[in-house]
Every structure is written in structure tokens, then in C-alpha cells.
């Protein structure tokens, strides 16, 4: 009951202001995603973003904290680092790379790789490979912008160690500053297998992300996201 009524209190802030929601780092940082599966975003160029999340026991059981940095190094190409601790810290570094553009009619195709090294034992001790077909779903606006109305972005994968085997999420703004995140991992972390994960992700600012989610739907996630753009 009291996750349930932080969660609703974060919400009731997030929906007095006004601001536009935008992707972001995953709660394992290092990567732009939802909670924990990739998805078919990449962060833009000449941006960095710096983010923070704790996963309070989410994993394994264990009080996770991801602290990571993510640069977009091209419109297709972003490259992050993360320290990821629970008793100790590992240092992580992952890419993800945009293969295929989308379309109005095909999905876009993206590679990528989380903890190239394999050096974070306890979530996986292999590095964690995945290729991802990302596609908005919902109809687009009759205006010049021909941009999506509400859009929901579906995305669909599968991998290697954390990811091992079939992942898949939704992105829905529910308003431009505020949008709904739900997935599942078919993949091992820490211990925690075929996870269920849903949250919500909202720009409090236009740097700034503020995310909170129910990890396998037990237990509560919360962090932040800020977006420097580089010279």
C-alpha cells in the first residue's frame, strides 16, 4: 500500500506541470530504454545524459544502484558506461546502433550490447547481445508535423545474458510530459527470471527525466535522468 501511494503521489506532481516527455536512460543505465528491456530510441546526438536508479531489492533481491552516463555519437549510434553496485560496484559499457530507420509502414531494427565486458557478476556473467524491432503503433496527426497522436511505441527483441531470449515493452504518452511503461524480460537478472515490469516517466523539466516503476510488480524503482547537450 505505501509504494502504491508514493507512486501516486509522484503522479499527482507530475500532472501540474507541463512539460514534454522524452526517452531515456534504462534503471541499469548505460542504455536509452524502459525499465529494463532497450528500446528503439537513440539518444541524440551531441546530448549526454546522466542518470540515477535504484531498484530497492527489484533484482535478485538485492538493492541495486546504477549510476551511468550515455552519449549519442551519431543519429544512430549511442555509447554508455555505468557503475552498477549492490555490495560491490562493476563497471559496465554498452552500445546500442540503429540498423534500419523506421517507416510509416515497417518497424525500425536496432543492435546493441549491455555490459560488453561481462563485468557485472550478479546480474549476468556473459554480456548481454540483443537485436530490437521498434514501431509506432497509434495514428498520425493530419497536420504538417505528421506527428503521432498519443503515441505508443511497441518494441519487441530478443538476447543474450539479461535478455536471454524474448523481451518486449510499450511506451504510451498518455500527455506529452507523461508517459506509461510496461514489459516484460524473459531473460536473468540477479537471479530474478521472466519479469513483468510497469512504470511511468515524466520530464519535470525539459533536461530532466523523473522515473518510478513496480520491478516484477513487487517492488518499487525510482530515478532521474538529465540531459546535457555537448559542444
Do not use: W
Not at 78 to 107: C, H, L, M, Q
Not at 200 to 223: C, E, H, M, N
Amino acid at each position: 500500500m505505501k509504494q502504491i501511494l508514493t507512486i501516486s503521489t509522484i503522479i499527482a506532481v507530475m500532472a501540474t506541470l507541463s512539460l514534454p516527455s522524452l526517452g531515456a536512460s534504462s534503471f541499469l543505465g548505460g542504455y536509452t530504454g524502459g525499465i529494463c528491456t532497450p528500446d528503439g530510441l537513440i539518444q541524440p546526438t551531441k546530448s549526454m545524459d546522466i542518470s540515477f536508479h535504484d531498484t530497492q531489492k527489484g533484482f535478485g533481491g538485492t538493492d541495486v544502484k546504477a549510476t551511468g552516463a550515455l552519449i549519442g555519437l551519431s543519429p544512430n549510434l549511442e555509447v554508455g558506461v555505468a557503475f552498477i553496485g549492490n555490495d560491490t560496484s562493476n563497471f559496465t559499457i554498452s552500445s546500442k546502433y540503429r540498423v534500419v530507420s523506421e517507416t510509416a509502414t515497417a518497424p525500425a531494427l536496432l543492435i546493441g550490447v549491455f555490459d560488453a565486458a561481462g563485468s557485472a557478476n550478479f546480474l549476468s556473467a556473459d554480456p548481454s547481445l540483443y537485436i530490437v524491432l521498434s514501431k509506432n503503433i497509434t495514428g498520425f496527426a493530419s497536420d504538417a508535423t505528421n506527428s503521432p497522436q498519443n503515441p505508443m511505441r511497441a518494441t519487441i527483441g530478443v538476447g543474450s545474458g539479461v535478455f536471454n531470449g524474448f523481451f518486449a515493452g510499450l511506451d504510451y504518452a498518455l500527455q506529452p510530459k507523461l508517459s506509461v511503461i510496461a514489459e516484460f524480460n524473459g531473460g536473468n537478472i540477479g537471479g530474478s527470471k521472466n519479469l513483468f515490469n510497469a512504470g511511468i516517466r515524466y520530464a519535470a523539466l525539459p533536461q530532466l527525466r523523473i522515473d518510478a516503476a513496480f520491478v516484477g510488480f513487487k517492488q518499487i524503482a525510482l530515478g532521474a535522468s538529465y540531459r546535457i547537450m555537448l559542444p
